[in-house]
């Protein structure tokens, strides 16, 4: 077992089983070989394009190209479908040109990928994460949404919702921006960008950015560290622990099915 030595906000939001699979059963090398889906390389593809385009002045042309780079030597898991892959590749240059006309005033010449730590309250290990955009007085976290695959209609074509940009922030992403807006002290906002739309959330119109609501959201991840932490006190030995805590196999997607088989042997009394 290699030793943590920190937290991230990603790992402090994952289920408690699969956050002790991830990060005390698998090394550091398996859990960078698991495959994620075509949603998460639509993200990352989206990101990067509207990142370079906003910090060093890439040309939008030039980071479309680079996008669908990244976007097509992505190794999806087996079962991901092809026409969901096409589907998403062409959504990438509006949804970067969306992202960049939403935020290249307030985010022009921001620097990416700052990497933040903090300590909290009775927690061992420091949080460690990397914040999208950050200016001199304000950052920003980058969500992107894509449609899901609807049924199949009369004429053989797939149907596909329209990607939903929410209405409020989504609170795991509200907990993330609280441990960037400790470590920082800036301003947070939290931006939503899909090939149809982008909404930025900030202090000014949206109370749950508000210092009060973010203090909640850094208890709760506070709480979640510190449970993370007691279960170490039991054990560090993972055989040990599967018998603390449920698997929960049934859910949808948190189970990489790479190692689906393995965690179950694990949690075999």
Not at 77 to 95: H, S, V
Request: with cysteine.
């Amino acid at each position: 077992m290699e030793k943590l030595d920190h937290y991230s906000p990603s790992q402090l939001l994952k289920p408690m089983a699969i956050w002790m699979f991830n990060y005390v059963y698998l090394s550091k090398q398996q859990r960078r070989a698991m495959k994620v889906g075509y949603n998460a390389a639509f993200g990352t593809a989206v990101h990067g394009g509207i990142q370079t385009t906003l910090t060093i002045g890439t040309a939008l042309d030039e980071a479309i190209e680079s996008a669908y780079l990244s976007y097509d030597f992505h190794e999806a898991p087996e079962g991901e479908p092809e026409e969901k892959r096409d589907k998403f590749r062409e959504l990438i240059p509006e949804a970067i040109e969306n992202g960049v006309d939403l935020l290249a005033e307030r985010f022009g010449g921001a620097e990416e990928e700052r990497r933040v730590e903090v300590s909290l309250e009775g927690i061992d290990l420091p949080v460690m994460g990397y914040i999208d955009l950050c200016a001199s007085d304000a950052f920003c976290e980058v969500k992107t949404k894509a449609p899901r695959m609807g049924a199949v209609k009369k004429d053989g074509t797939r149907g596909w919702t329209k990607a939903a940009i929410p209405a409020k922030p989504q609170f795991e992403h509200l907990c993330q921006v609280s441990i960037y807006q400790k470590a920082t002290g800036l301003e947070p906002s939290l931006a939503y960008v899909s090939a149809t739309g982008a909404t930025l959330f900030t202090p000014d119109n949206c109370e749950e950015l508000q210092p009060e609501y973010l203090a909640y959201c850094l208890e709760e991840m506070r709480g979640r560290a510190l449970r993370r932490q007691n279960l170490m006190k039991v054990s560090d030995d993972p055989k040990v622990l599967a018998g603390l805590v449920d698997p929960d196999f049934q859910h949808p997607f948190y189970w990489d099915e790479e190692f689906k088989e393995e965690a179950r042997e694990l949690w075999k009394a």
